[in-house]
């Protein structure tokens, strides 16, 4: 059976993330307030668009809540977002929420009234900027928890340090693991006693910010 996200206001970001959730196996289904606009949305493929005020309970049952794995409030208003997500999360029982947010000072606020992940536009992009300043060829795949996770491929070039060497004899902080190694066409879960090859991919999971130690240990750049 497949996973059920349910997708709450904005039509440019629901339209693109309703696609991208398709391509993964998800069933879709959008909530949105503009009649118009809903009869786009109805045209993408194997999504189901119900037209209704969102932060109101009797639409999100009509979208059948209850049985969403994922909610993900997309509105521009905050107060909205929260709204959606309590909703969801203490009426409806949805397993995982996720707002977007637009105001950075909000983002503990949201976390302690439950919301499971938050997402700041402004605080992502900034994220990006830092990471891009220390390293240009470090590209960011998924930004989670609101910077509190890091996902980074880094590429291996002839020269850096971690070329030839185990896994166990680099000294990497503790807050990152290396979670993949793409060599060519292929992807391996490394071990300790994994080489590193000149060309590798190496796919990090760093929390609190650790990645830009583990890049100057890996690549020597800084």
């Not at 606020?109 to 919301?115: A, L, W």
Request: aromatic residues 6%; neutral net charge; glycine residues 6%.
């Amino acid at each position: 059976m497949k996973k059920q996200a349910v997708l709450i206001g904005s039509f440019n970001r629901a339209r693109a993330l309703a696609k991208s959730l398709n391509s993964k196996g998800y069933h879709v289904t959008i909530i949105y307030n503009n009649y118009e606009k809903c009869k786009i949305l109805a045209e993408i493929e194997e999504v189901t668009v119900i037209y209704g005020e969102e932060t109101k309970p009797f639409v999100l049952e009509d979208a059948n809540i209850k049985d969403a794995d994922i909610a993900i409030a997309l509105t521009s208003k905050d107060e909205d977002n929260l709204i959606i997500c309590e909703l969801c999360k203490k009426k409806f029982n949805v397993k995982k929420t996720i707002s977007v947010l637009n105001d950075p000072l909000k983002t503990d606020f949201f976390y302690k009234m439950g919301v499971d992940s938050v997402i700041c536009e402004v605080n992502a992009i900034t994220n990006i900027i830092e990471q891009q300043a220390i390293y240009e060829g470090i590209v960011t795949m998924i930004p989670t928890g609101e910077g509190r996770i890091s996902i980074v491929e880094v590429p291996i070039l002839i020269g850096s340090p971690a070329v030839g060497k185990k896994l166990w004899e680099i000294n990497l902080p503790k807050d990152v693991i290396i979670g993949c190694i793409i060599r060519g066409e292929e992807s391996k879960i490394p071990r300790g006693d994994t080489r590193i090859l000149s060309g590798d991919k190496l796919i990090l999971i760093s929390a609190n910010k650790q990645e830009i130690y583990a890049i100057k240990e890996l690549t020597g750049q800084i």
